[in-house]
């Protein structure tokens, strides 16, 4: 059972477009969701994250919204430049009673292709 | 900055062998995740640890086992490898309570 999706397993952008990456998941336990960008045989890079109870978080050209009621959250990368071809993730965690984090549950990944 | 460190960087065993990988987290970090990623697959999550306890227990098989130490750092135990344990198997660490887990390069685990 996929919790967290990535419905676009790629997306080709030209450079200095907007991307735009989307994400949906099922959990509402969830509470704080994030996005990593991989290279090949590389681990995961941290992005970007944001706390359910923002709907907006922005850093630089990276702005992630967050839609409660939807379910759904997305990555805007403005512009778009080469350097950002990779995959990626989206991720989400939810807080245990006790109050520490849990382990992230991963989407399946969208290859963002930044073309010149 | 320090990053998360993990050894080796490529492995390659055979066939119902044992394998230990080793992770050591970000100074000061108390908590340690594991993932594996097979070939064009997302992250799966095996197991994690919070102050030397299991914290969270994922889809990690019973051949394996792990542990974290009084330094914090933490190691993988796979053991009678399966050709379907060659992956790509990261650790995560990150501070109590906060979310965002700082991955490791990654060991790339070849079972011949």
């Known amino acids: 059972d996929q919790q967290v999706k990535q419905n676009s397993p790629s997306l080709s952008v030209q450079e200095g477009r907007i991307s735009i990456l989307n994400c949906d998941y099922t959990?509402?336990?969830?509470?704080?969701f994030l996005w990593y960008k991989k290279y090949p045989a590389e681990g995961p890079t941290f992005l970007i994250s944001?706390?359910?109870?923002?709907d907006k978080n922005e850093d630089g050209r990276f702005t992630v919204f967050l839609n409660k009621s939807a379910k759904h959250l997305s990555l805007h990368i403005v512009p778009s430049q080469p350097g950002d071809s990779a995959v990626y993730f989206c991720a989400a965690s939810a807080h245990h009673c006790t109050g520490t984090a849990s382990k992230l549950t991963f989407g399946t990944g969208t290859r963002l292709q930044v073309t010149l | 900055a320090a990053g998360v460190i993990q050894s080796p960087r490529h492995l390659i065993k055979e066939k119902r062998e044992t394998a230990t990988l080793k992770c050591y987290p970000i100074p000061r970090h108390d908590t340690v995740y594991w993932y594996q990623q097979g070939p064009g697959q997302d992250p799966q999550f095996l197991i994690s640890f919070y102050e030397k306890m299991q914290s969270d227990k994922g889809s990690i098989p019973d051949r394996f086992s792990a542990q974290q130490f009084s330094d914090y750092h933490s190691e993988l135990n796979m053991s009678s490898l399966e050709l379907g344990d060659s992956a790509l198997y990261f650790c995560?660490?990150?501070?109590?309570?906060?979310?965002?887990?700082?991955f490791g390069q990654g060991t790339r685990l070849t079972v011949v």
């Open positions: 959990n509402s336990m969830f509470d704080y």
């Open positions: 995560a660490s990150s501070l109590f309570r906060v979310s965002e887990a700082f």
């Open positions: 944001i706390s359910s109870i923002k």
